[in-house]
Every structure is written in structure tokens, then in C-alpha cells.
């Protein structure tokens, strides 16, 4: 077997030592370390790379080709991916449509699909919430599908399993609000470590400390789901400000618009995309652009 090379994924990395699943049927894990030159060419391998080895034995092998990724994403660090679950709560952690902006941003900057899910909604039942269900019709206006969920209420599951069938899906998202939850919910066997939120800060605790794919079930048909650590922060300032307005989705159809070619949709007058706020431009995802604008 040693010095045989085989195609695989890495599903899985710690410490500089990669899980990859060959593609054979059925398939083969291996531990494996990537071969100094990708580091001499500052290329870190991420999860969800599609990658060829060389066998040493029957459980270590190296890496030594990293094939052509149709995305990746920095943070979480991840490729190949063919859709996001952006997964917030209602509550417990409070939603912060600001942090769920910049991740809206930093995948459509990577032109992902992308899926809106609100977990947790059992807690806050956006019916007896006007304000809170407000927040998320923001969203459904802008374009986006919105799942509602709740991981221990069983709610929406049945539909993000649809969602998700036949794609590599990643959830991201913030610390607590219930990643992991959900995929033990959808895929039962994964059992993935949860946690309870600080009561000091009121976040969630970092469960997930390392990003690892999933099956979601027996065959490819049933999809794969990405387990990312969660954050409660996010850089996007490798994204241009020219760009801003283009990631914001229901922004598209105007910025060709305005009297001016290089218009910032800020102090402009005669600016096509101010002219539709109130009407095809929520007036919080403008005021969230503006602010990215002028932080970024």
C-alpha cells in the first residue's frame, strides 16, 4: 500500500494533521500531513479541500496536491462549499442583525447561496414578537430564504433538510446559537458537543473549536454539513468599499443608476440607491451599509 496516491476530501483538521476520506466506496480515513511546500507558498489546506495523497500506511498518508477550490471562505476557514446556513437566535443570544450583515457580506462576496436560518424560536415565537418578526421580514424582503427553527422544539427541521439535501452545506454563525444543536437534531448520530450560554456575558461558549464535516445522512443525496467554531466578531476589511454596495443584494438593481459613476450611495446627490430607501431598501440594511462603509 505505501507510496499508492488516492483522491479524497479533507473533512477534518487539528493541529496541522488533516482527516481525509478517500473517494472510494467504500471509503478509506487517513491522517495526514500536508507537504512543506504548500507552506513555503503560503497555502494553508482548508476543510472541505479536494485533494490527492500518498500513502504511507494503512492510517497516515501526506498531502501532496490541493485541487483548483470553487470558493473558500476565511472565517470560518472552509472550501468547496455549495451553500451557507447563516444560523442566528431569536434570543439567548440576542439577535444582532449588525453581525448578521457582515456575514451576509462576506458570503456573497464569495458568491455562495446562502440561507437565512432563525433557530431557537420556540423561546421567542416571532408571532408574539411583532418587533422581532419585523427583523427577519427585513431579510425576506431583501431576497433571502429564512428558515425558523428550533433544534430541541423540533420546528423547521423537515424544511431544512430539504434545503440542504444533496449540498455541502456549512452553518455559520454566532457563538451560541445553536449550531450544533441543530445538526445533532438533523443528523441524530453526529451527537456534537453543546453548551449552555455565560450567564456574565450572555454569549455562547465556543462547544465547536474546530471546523469538521458531517454526512446528513447514508447517502450523498441526503447533503454534507460543515460544524464551524463560532465568533462574535467578523473581519471583513479585505473587501474593497466599492464592492459594499454590490453584496448588498437588493441594492443591485439601482447602483447603475445614479448621476454619478463612482457614487459611495452616501453624501451623493441624485443617488439611485437612496432614492430607494423606504421602498425596495429596508432603511436598517441601508443605515447597516453605511455603517460597514465607514468601519471598514
Keep these: 500500500m505505501a507510496g499508492n496516491t488516492a483522491s479524497g476530501i479533507i473533512t477534518k483538521g487539528v493541529g496541522g494533521a488533516y482527516t481525509v476520506k478517500t473517494c472510494d466506496s467504500p471509503p478509506r480515513f487517513f491522517t ?93 415565537p416571532r408571532r408574539e414578537n411583532p418587533p422581532l418578526q419585523k427583523n427577519f421580514e427585513i431579510y425576506e424582503g431583501a431576497g433571502y430564504r429564512v428558515v425558523y427553527a428550533s433544534a430541541t422544539g423540533e420546528i423547521g427541521l423537515e424544511e431544512l433538510r430539504r434545503v440542504m439535501a444533496g449540498k455541502v452545506n456549512l452553518f455559520a454563525g454566532p457563538s451560541g446559537v445553536g449550531k450544533s444543536s441543530l445538526i445533532n437534531a438533523l443528523a441524530p448520530g453526529m451527537r456534537l458537543e453543546t453548551g449552555e450560554l455565560s450567564t456574565k456575558i450572555g454569549r455562547g461558549k465556543h462547544t465547536t473549536r474546530h471546523t469538521e464535516i458531517f454526512p446528513l445522512g447514508e447517502t450523498d443525496a441526503d447533503g454534507y454539513c460543515f460544524d464551524t467554531p463560532g465568533f462574535t466578531s467578523l473581519d471583513i476589511t479585505h473587501i474593497e468599499k466599492p464592492e459594499l454596495a454590490l453584496l448588498f443584494r437588493e441594492f443591485r438593481p439601482f447602483t447603475g443608476e445614479c448621476k454619478f459613476k463612482n457614487c459611495a450611495h452616501i453624501n451623493e446627490t441624485e443617488c439611485a440607491v437612496k432614492a430607494q430607501i423606504g421602498d425596495a431598501i429596508h432603511p436598517a440594511r441601508y443605515e447597516s451599509y453605511v455603517n460597514l462603509c465607514t468601519k471598514s
Aim: charged content about 30%; glycine content about 4%.
Design 32 to 124: 495526514c500531513k500536508a507537504r512543506g511546500v504548500f507552506r513555503n507558498r503560503k497555502i494553508m489546506p482548508l476543510i472541505g479541500d479536494r485533494v490527492e495523497i500518498t500513502i504511507a500506511d494503512e492510517k497516515t498518508a501526506t498531502i501532496h496536491e490541493i485541487k483548483p477550490r470553487d470558493n473558500e471562505l476565511r472565517r470560518p476557514p472552509a472550501a468547496n462549499i455549495s451553500q451557507v446556513i447563516i444560523t442566528v437566535a431569536t434570543t439567548r443570544p440576542p439577535f444582532n442583525p449588525g453581525l448578521l450583515d457582515r456575514l451576509l457580506v462576506m458570503v456573497e462576496h464569495e458568491q455562495i447561496p446562502v440561507v437565512i436560518c432563525v433557530n431557537k424560536i420556540d423561546l421567542e
